[in-house]
């Protein structure tokens, strides 16, 4: 890896609170998902400096549901005993080769490079039960690869497969939010959102890949903390936007961490539409309390310490959680974590929607 290259890692790490293959410090739309919630978490970050705190008590903190102060039973911090696991979901999306655009067999330079020990390295965790997923995505298919596993092998294993072919029965079809449609192809301009993009006739639906993805944790009702990576260009054959999956996102009070592949010293201002598109991909970390990345090919060691580098930030996060009460037809609330004090330090996340 060379040094220029370090660097943007370094400052992504920086972003995420945490220092290259170390510990956190000790002070350190239109689319919405409906399904009703047995289980309500919501996760948080609060620093101070550059640090993130891991000492606050459920007395620091007020949850509001609707703007209104209500009970909670699950408060999980960093240094909680016995805490909630944690799993990492990751999304690939191998769309096929399209000449000059895209090519996954450059970008996912990782493959024939990982390893049993960076899959132990990834896996080995003291202060949380750790788990990770793995999708894959290409056309309008999703693939589930691995599901919540904890086996340094199985993990290997599925990653050094990445891009071999599927078997058809392993596929979930992929379907379109409410009011989106495909792109028709046709002549190129830069009039935004009514052009084609350029190459759309090959475009994968990573998008809605991303969507299903949050359906399939969405409907596990566990206690488990989640953060998702997507690993992506950002740019489908769809109308269907990233604020699409962030509204879910947010609706599910999972963070998600978009790695924008592909378009760094590639795609430039001589393709502002697919630009544009990443653009918005990228701003998915801001949106749901995750963080974003861009390269241009990832490596083995960039893979590693990105995924170390989001693990290390779900572990310096906060989750309170309720189990909603019965007897009353679901509907949509709204929920916020207040500080009780602001010297406690700066608020990250901390609000999501939910039905119950």
Known sequence: M????????????????????????????????????????????????????????????????????????????PDTQGRMPLELVLLFDTNPRI????????????????TAEMSRG????????LRVSVYRCSGQKLYPMLRAGSDATQLTETLRSLLKPRPAGEAIALSLPENRSTVARGPFTNDYPTSPFISQESRGWPMEAAISTLHEMAAAQDKVARLMVIFSEGIGATTTIPEDIGNQALDLGIPIYPVATNYLGHIDANYPRNFFRMGQFKALGKMTGGRDVEW??????????????????????????????????????????????????SLEGGKRRANY
């Open 296 to 345: 241009m090919q990832i490596d083995a060691a960039t893979l590693r310490d990105i995924v170390e580098g989001v693990k290390n930030h779900g572990l310096t996060e906060y989750i309170v959680g309720f189990a909603p009460s019965g007897g009353q037809a679901p509907r949509q609330h709204r929920l916020e974590i207040k500080l009780v004090s602001k010297k406690s330090g």
């Open 2 to 77: 060379n040094r220029a290259v370090r660097n943007r890692l370094v400052l992504f790490l920086l972003a995420l609170g945490v220092s290259p293959g170390q510990q956190p410090a000790p002070d350190a739309s239109p689319a919405t998902f409906r399904a009703q919630t047995r289980l309500v978490l919501l996760s948080f970050h609060v620093a101070r400096g550059r640090n993130y705190v891991r000492d606050l008590k459920p007395a620091d903190v007020v949850l509001l549901e609707d703007g209104k102060p209500r009970d909670f039973t699950i408060f999980d911090g």
């Open 99 to 114: 000449n000059y655009f895209w090519d996954p067999v450059a970008v996912y330079r990782f493959i024939p490079e990982w």
């Open 122 to 129: 990834i896996l080995t965790e003291n202060r949380a039960d």
